[in-house]
């Protein structure tokens, strides 16, 4: 199988991951439960992983890095405990649905949202942001790339309209993290969401979030912490303040080394061989008769996506038959992206999504080409 569903979730993982997490599970304890060396470790290799991604998102201190179990969670956090009745939020037509329905359960509760449209290759004008703040806005909620097109956000241009209004920006990061460098100061951003299975190539069920000093999150769950259990609340002090109950030790362990893996690689040459097989296949499909490509290909930087559709043929069909007949994995549909949906004008037909990850070749790129090549022949006769 050639897979070329990495925006979903990475399959092939560095070999280091695997190991970390058989590791963990035959070794860690509960951390923070005990002072007897199971658990001991357990805590010691999960302030390790702690430090590692608060290096590796240029977050200095630790204790600022919160593990949750995906962006979705991350992002339910942050825009729950930062939002309340009589708020102003903004966000974009970009969002994945992890944005998008926390906002609407939100708006129910009396929260007002704007959402900043986007054009057809979906790309956003900047100065529609200043126009739609208002006295009551609290923050911007925006995506660091869109999960269907690739397109990436200026989210340091975004950075700038928020605190020079005195606002805060929260920012998924789930296509991002691991495919480009993310620094959470040079972004400006006051919350990065992130989570761990996709570039970050570390296990599911692993996530978190980068919280700047100063910014007060409400917390979302309450319960064991490991430390000060007379309390009836949860603690003050980060980030137990934002973690309930015991963490995915195992999978911490897991995600720190696949961190480690891309630091030790370097985060430069994992996204000039992800950027350059994105490339080779849409300079390869861009112009087969009958063959759409979505997005802003003009773009200096995006992220390793390409979405397209084959004539009118319906966008779940085209992904059987690249399994099918090709053996070639991708992801059809919407994408959990409904707006960009809207904005592309592909809400009904859904769109064919590659996405490509440090462990595909070339050979594999040049075999979807050459499938969509046949798949769009066959459309045309």
Partial sequence: MIYLDNAATTLHKPPEVAAAVVSAMSELGNAGRGAYGASLDGARTIYKVRALL???????????????????ESLNIALKGLLKPGDHAITTQLEH???????????????GLT????DRLGRVDYADFERAITPQTRLIAATHASNLTGNMLDIARIGEITHRHGLLLVVDASQTAGEVPVDA????ADVLCFTGHKGLMGPQGTGGMYVRPGVEIRPLLSGGTGVQSYLKTQPPQMPERLEAGTLNG????????????????GIGKVQAKEQSLMRRFYEGVRGIPGV???GDFEAKLRCPIVALNIRGRDSGEVSDALFTEYGIAVRPGAHCAPLMHEALGTKEQGAVRFSFSYYNTEEETDAAIRAVRALAREEET
Avoid: W
Avoid at 97 to 111: F, H
């Fill in 54 to 72: 608060a290096e590796f998102f240029g977050a200095g201190d630790p204790r600022r890095i919160v593990f949750t179990c995906n962006s979705t």
């Fill in 97 to 111: 649905n992890s944005v998008l329905r926390p906002l609407y359960e939100l708006q129910k509760q009396g929260v």
């Fill in 115 to 118: 959402i900043v449209q986007a």
């Fill in 185 to 188: 100061g040079q972004l400006l």
């Fill in 250 to 265: 195992h999978g911490i362990a897991g995600l720190g080394a696949a961190v480690r893996f891309i630091m030790d690689t």
């Fill in 292 to 294: 759409t490509v979505y």
